[in-house]
């Protein structure tokens, strides 16, 4: 039987030592001294969180499908076991072999969302690896990033060998190949291949590049520093869906994960071009998995993981063209195996009405619905293609239905937002509670009141989407946007039946910051590491007084990231990657929101242009 | 059909809480392809109980699990089934048809365990003779063994004498056992010396009257506080109901 790295004393002290013990079904063992290259998965948040990530689980399938590769994962160790660690100096491990995180070749990191950025450096502390690529050796393992959060990766620039910038399936054969010849032939050495992985597709090695400024701290070049360096970075495009690697046999945690389920993904990007929404943007273009693939994935994965539930996963489920036929399928085999469904990202109409009441209890669920904006003119702004007349429809079908809960999702701080926009969020929900009387008028065969809740975050500009020049507030002036919400809810005429919830503002800023900054934000994140910051996710590890230490020691501006709006001249930080989608589709993006609130119509409708027709596949080649 | 099997528990499994152990045995026996009876409502699920939890870090080599099937199919063939489907560290080690339909959980009257000192303190030499001295004036010899026992609302004082069936020391913790149970024995954050003693106990587990090993052991040695040395070691070795006469046999034994 193996031995664990951590010692029965410490597993003994800890919350859920099951976290850090590995050995779960179906995960990969082999033996380490037949494979040529070793490979550290890492999810920087908790095990719970890092384990319901579908992408690692297609990348560990796909790495492991190579006799001469091993795949292992890590997470972050929570903060009690990480204060022991540190204070015993035990070095972090991966869970399959229990070995140091630095004996692997690689540490693959993926970025998920910005507030895990002090986590990054967590695990490059744990594992002993020097906190700056620039540092490090030959011993040292490769550290590559990748995930949403490359596509602006010059805030951790620092801390990465290597990005892979898009989809893994296409290129990391390519990159093992490189690197295992390299070792073989004994022409490796960091630098060697770091400059070889560069001429790679999609592979970005920040060391190589080095950024001018302006006196007004805007970038004035960003370039490469050597020959045969490309300048530009272009998005990999996976473009056969249903020959990528899917894990049909994914591991199963003891520990309860925050997804408990067999998650299948049905296609991936979206046809709606939500100019706030980057993965809307990121994954174009839109590529569906034929049914018959789906329908294998889903009866081998239910039997290969004995899951009591199963979920579809996309950017808008509802948009899957097969969708009714596929979902007759899942009821029947699930009704067989007593399965359940769940649907997420589903339009609220008669179709998924009539879906939902087939397979959830009515009486306990709750509706979703996410109008991101309470105005049609902000709707329209945010190219959210839903109109009251959908809402109201879909709201009324459902009560009719039998549900009485409904959620109801917001954005506060979009570009153009007046007040009217903001209190138009309580009015819609007090609209639909209203409705709910007018449906049900007996109030005996009713039975109760009416429960919704309005949810806001706050709304975040991201690169690559039509926003990403758009300004963003002060926590305090979101928050009193909140508040205007919360105003007039209380003044509504059913506020009894109305709940409002709003998200953190000071997070929200450092996002931003995060979200859309440049190198010299990178050391502002290690003075906070360096300083107790860890698990900023995390509201009862959050130290916003620390960040605001960090910002003013290391000199560096928050407001500059944040308070401004770019100019469509400036070169941003990420501009140097090529996602497909020309920044002349962006740039008319912005202005169609901002200064015509005009509506673009989706992929299917009409192709606007947006420059992913260059990757011939999915939506773009109908 | 009723089923019954016993398992063992031991290695890096053994920390995995109870919750997460059910989990996986729902998901194990929906990958054996036996077909478990499954429960009514919204969310069927496979109908399975266990005996008693175990707690996080303990061993064992009698835990019990009941459940049905809608089929006939001999108790071997469900225990490979099963065993196909464990991770390492959890053994079907036999399985038994029933005719009661008593749940493990109401049958239960009585556990035994081996106890051992997992040392924090390298040094710590435990004394056997004095042991076992102690063994003999608080139990072996003695009228009533008392001891307080705190609840949130209140202080009760509690004999626990009368819920001790068997206590014993013994020169050490057998090695088939310690070897193939707690494998990391010799290391791995706890050191259990070759020549440390083991004690064996068999005691009352019954729902209203569950004698937890610890207390035991705090009662008749006065461990309290000796967290610098060692800590508490425990393997469960069986579980039992109470026979017609009122002798103790295993759950497994239990038809």
Redesign the interface.
């Given at each position: 039987m193996r031995q664990l790295a951590l010692t029965d004393d410490i597993l003994m002290q800890i919350e859920e030592p099951g976290r850090y013990i590995g050995n779960e079904i179906n995960s990969t063992v082999k033996d380490k001294s037949q494979v040529a290259l070793r490979f550290a998965f890492c999810f920087p948040d908790v095990y719970e969180i890092g384990m319901s990530h579908l992408g690692i689980q297609i990348l560990y399938e796909m790495f492991n499908r190579r006799s001469d590769v091993w795949c292992e994962r890590v997470y972050s160790p929570w903060p009690d076991l990480s204060e022991i660690m540190k204070e015993r100096n035990i070095p972090l491990f991966a869970l399959e072999s229990q070995d140091p995180i630095k004996d692997f070749d690689f540490l693959g990191i993926t970025l998920q969302y910005e507030m895990c950025y002090t986590n990054i450096l967590q695990v490059l502390d744990l594992s002993g690896i020097p906190f700056h690529a620039t540092e490090r050796t030959d011993d040292d393992p490769l550290v590559i990033g990748g995930g949403p959060c490359a596509y602006n990766p010059e805030p951790i620039a620092p801390f990465f060998d290597l990005f892979y910038i898009g989809e893994g399936e296409n290129e990391y054969n390519r990159l093992f190949d490189l690197y295992i010849q390299m070792k073989k032939d004994g022409s490796y050495s960091r630098r060697a291949f770091l400059r070889k992985a560069a001429e790679i597709p999609g592979i970005y090695v920040p060391e190589f590049y080095e950024t001018e400024y302006n006196t007004d701290g805007t970038i004035k070049s960003f370039h490469p520093t050597e020959e045969k360096i490309p300048s530009v970075i272009r998005r990999q495009v996976d473009t056969d869906m249903d020959d990528a690697p899917y894990p049909s046999k994914p591991i199963i945690p003891y520990v309860r994960a925050t997804q408990d389920r067999v998650v299948l993904e049905v296609m991936r990007g979206c046809i709606r071009g939500c100019r706030f929404c980057q993965a809307g943007m990121v994954y174009r273009p839109c590529r569906q998995k034929s049914i018959d693939v789906l329908k294998k994935y889903a009866v081998e994965m239910l039997e290969n993981t004995g899951y009591d539930e199963i979920s579809l996963s996309s950017l808008s489920t509802s948009d899957y063209e097969k969708l009714p036929e596929f979902i007759d399928f899942l009821i029947e085999e699930c009704e067989k195996r007593k399965i359940n469904i769940t649907l997420p990202s589903l339009r609220i109409d008669a179709f998924s009405l009539d879906v939902m009441s087939k397979v959830q209890d009515i009486k306990k669920s709750s509706l979703t619905f996410a109008p991101e904006a309470g105005s049609q003119r902000m709707r329209d702004v945010i190219n959210k293609g839903l109109t009251v007349d959908d809402i109201m429809n879909g709201a009324r079908e459902a009560f009719l239905g039998g549900w009485k809960k409904v959620k109801l999702y917001f954005m506060l701080g979009l570009p153009t937002e007046t007040e009217e926009d903001m209190e138009a969020i309580p009015d819609l929900a007090q609209d639909i509670a209203h409705l709910y009387y007018d449906t049900l008028p007996d109030k005996a065969t009713r039975g109760g009141r009416c429960q919704i809740t309005i949810s806001t975050s706050f709304f975040v500009p991201k690169p690559f989407t039509p926003f990403q020049w758009a300004r963003m507030y002060p926590p305090e002036e979101y928050l009193r946007r909140a508040s205007v919400v919360n105003h007039r809810m209380k003044d509504e005429p059913n506020h009894k039946c109305l709940s409002y919830q709003w998200h953190e503002a000071k997070t929200t800023v450092l996002e931003g910051i995060f979200a859309r900054g440049d190198r010299r934000v990178a050391r502002v994140i290690e003075y906070a590491y360096t300083h107790g910051c860890y698990f900023d996710a995390w509201n009862e590890y959050f130290k916003p007084e620390v960040w605001d230490e960090a910002f003013s020691t290391c000199g560096v501006d928050p407001d500059f990231y944040t308070m401004r709006e770019r100019d469509i001249s400036e070169i941003l930080p990420w501009d140097f990657i090529d996602t497909g989608i020309t920044r002349r589709f962006l740039e008319n993006e912005w202005k169609r929101a901002v200064t015509d609130q005009a509506v673009t119509p989706n992929c299917r409708e009409k192709c606007s242009g947006c420059g992913c027709t260059q990757f011939k596949t999915g939506v773009c080649v109908r | 059909m009723d089923i019954r099997v016993r398992f063992s528990k031991y290695?890096?499994?053994k920390?995995?809480?109870h919750?997460?152990?059910m989990?996986?045995f729902?998901?194990?026996?929906?990958?054996s392809n036996l077909s478990v009876s499954?429960s009514k409502g919204?969310?069927?699920?496979p109908i399975m109980s266990f005996a008693s939890p175990l707690g996080?870090?303990i061993t064992s080599e009698g835990e019990y699990m009941d459940f049905s099937l809608d089929e006939n199919i001999t108790p071997e063939e469900i225990k490979d089934a099963l065993n196909e489907?464990m991770?390492?560290?959890v053994e079907i080690l036999s399985a038994t048809e029933r005719q009661s339909t008593k749940k493990a959980m109401a049958e239960l009257y009585g556990a035994s365990y081996m106890v051992y000192f997992?040392r924090?303190d390298a040094s710590f030499t435990p004394d056997t003779a004095a042991l076992r001295k102690a063994v003999d004036d608080k139990v072996k010899n003695a009228s009533s063994l008392v001891v307080t026992k705190k609840t949130k609302k209140s202080e009760r004082k509690v004999d626990l004498l009368p819920l001790i069936y068997e206590m014993e020391v013994l020169e050490r913790f057998p090695e088939d056992k310690r070897d193939h149970y707690i494998?990391?024995w010799r290391?791995?954050?706890?050191l259990l010396s070759e020549n440390d003693p083991a004690f064996y106990m068999k005691v009352c587990a019954r729902s209203s009257d569950n004698l937890k090993p610890e207390l035991l052991m705090n009662a008749v040695f006065n461990t309290a506080g000796t967290e610098d040395l060692f800590?508490i070691g425990i393997h469960r070795l069986d579980m039992f109901a109470q026979a017609e006469g009122g002798s103790l046999i295993p759950l497994g034994d239990v038809s």
């Open positions: - | 290695g890096p499994i920390y995995v809480g919750l997460d152990l989990r996986y729902q998901k194990a026996l929906r990958r499954f919204f969310s069927p699920h996080v870090g489907q991770a390492d560290g997992k924090t494998p990391d290391h791995n954050g706890f800590t």
